[in-house]
């Protein structure tokens, strides 16, 4: 967004709380590659320019790529600046920060979708002995004590961190939700290569059936690795892992409670991966790519034990740590607006928000289906920074003119 508002000669400034890729820096385990390859994540006026165009960037790599990003379009970052409070003001928004208050017609909240780890309400019955981590707080095995490992959530986080564990001599047993299953490689190709090429990761949020259902679909069972391996529940369940159903509750004595619909979770994954990989086939007939690439070939159907079991006493069956995959939600508790709807989400459409002046980036389904990917920002950036230009010509002409003006920036924007 910044990199398409300096186009439009549009002044702006960023308000960022730590450093530049701060939630790589500090949200994310150690080993976690990016599950997209490194062609993919082209940004405005900047994509990748190495010799390993397939491969996936690792932590640090990730965290290089995006603080060169913002250095190459020298975008105007204030670091370690903590939004506290957003709220109407006179013709635009008042933003207050730990360094002091800015005033600005219009607002882009860029503020993530992955701030705060979702945790089940039963999670406080969880027995004081065993400890518990998130997606967001599991850095590396290290950092776990020696014993069984219950991972709720089978989406990429759950499932890279079930197999890392699971690796480091830990039994781990991991309760399965819907998840999305999905070969890393097919027809010789990577999944998000035929994903891009046939369109499905540019399907717009107003073409949708069930835009709100679409905004609420869990992340692809993808992973990253050297060796471009599918991580699905059969490679998990070959490593060792045990899979359990869907977690449902927590009895006040410590016992785990799983749904039994562990069978039919697999079965609907299953199917709904089919569907995609039948798509692509059609996309690749269509356009001529049968006998260039290799012929079909699918994956064997999820294998699931005969009778998965329905309860566990968390503490008899060795659990020394839960972690919890459940996905991860924003956090807006800074903003004095009346935007957020019953579930404390922006109500939005497609990124415009019921506010005049205020834009939202990054979140899963917000134009686009690749829109929360890094891949997804361009574009997402383009039409909203457009429909931003065209929101301060018609609303304050002569006041975009003196954003242009000699004056110094701190002179009009900001208030100490
Ligand atoms: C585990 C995980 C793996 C992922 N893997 C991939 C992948 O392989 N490929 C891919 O394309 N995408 C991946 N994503 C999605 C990826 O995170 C997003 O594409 C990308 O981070 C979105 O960027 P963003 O700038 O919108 O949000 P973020 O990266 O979350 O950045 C938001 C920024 O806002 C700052 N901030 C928040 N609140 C405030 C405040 N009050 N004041 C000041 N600053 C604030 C934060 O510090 C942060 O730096 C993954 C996400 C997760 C959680």
């Known amino acids: 967004m910044s990199r398409c ?221 050297p060796d471009r391996s599918t991580l699905d529940l059969n490679a998990l369940t070959e490593a060792g892992v045990r899979l359990v159903g869907r977690l449902a509750g927590i009895t006040e004595d410590g016992k785990a409670q799983f749904a039994g619909s562990l069978r039919n979770m697999c079965a609907l994954s299953d199917l709904k991966m089919r569907r995609l990989l039948d798509l692509i086939d059609e996309w690749a007939r269509t356009n001529g790519l049968d006998g260039t690439v290799e012929p079909p070939d699918r994956l064997p159907p999820t294998r699931v034990e005969a009778s998965p079991p329905l309860g566990m006493d968390v503490v008899k069956s060795g659990i020394k740590t839960i972690i919890w995959a459940t996905g991860y939600r924003p956090d807006y508790s800074w903003l004095e607006l009346p935007v957020l709807d019953r579930k404390g989400m922006v109500s939005h459409d497609g990124g415009i928000v019921c506010s005049p002046g205020v834009y939202l980036m990054g979140m899963q389904f917000l134009r686009r289906r690749k829109s929360a990917l890094i891949d997804g920002a361009g574009d997402d950036a383009r039409d909203l920074s457009a429909h931003l230009a065209a929101y301060l010509d018609n609303r304050a002409p002569a006041a975009r003119g003196s954003q242009r003006s000699t004056k110094g920036h701190d002179d009009w924007h900001r208030e100490r």
């Not at 990016?34 to 990748?48: I, M």
């Not at 089978?154 to 079930?162: F, P, R």
Request: positive net charge; aromatic residues 8%; glycine residues 8%.
């Open 5 to 225: 508002l300096a186009e439009r000669s549009i002044d702006h400034v960023l308000l960022e709380r730590g450093e530049v890729a701060n939630s790589w820096r500090t949200e994310r385990w150690e080993s976690l590659r990016l599950l997209t390859p490194n062609w993919q994540s082209r940004l405005p006026a900047f994509s990748y320019d190495g010799n390993d165009p397939n491969g996936y960037r690792t932590l640090p790599e990730t965290i290089a790529f995006i603080a060169a990003y913002a250095k190459a379009i020298s975008a105007p970052v204030r670091t370690h600046t903590t939004v506290t409070s957003v709220r109407s003001a006179d013709a635009g928004y008042l933003v207050r920060t730990n360094r002091g208050d800015w005033r600005c017609r219009t607002v882009v909240l860029a503020s993530g979708a992955c701030n705060i780890a979702r945790v089940p309400s039963f999670g406080a019955r969880v027995p004081p002995c065993v400890a518990q981590l998130t997606a967001q707080s599991y850095r590396s095995p290290g950092q776990l004590a020696d014993g069984g490992v219950l991972v709720v959530g089978a989406s990429s986080s759950g499932t890279q961190i079930a197999l890392e564990l699971q690796r480091s001599g830990r039994p781990v047993t991991l309760s399965v939700g819907e998840h999305i299953r999905a070969p890393r490689v097919y027809r010789g190709k990577d999944l998000e290569w035929w994903m891009d090429a046939a369109g499905v990761l540019d399907e717009r949020y107003d073409q949708v059936e069930d835009v709100a259902r679409a905004r609420r679909v869990p992340s692809l069972q993808l992973a990253g690795t």
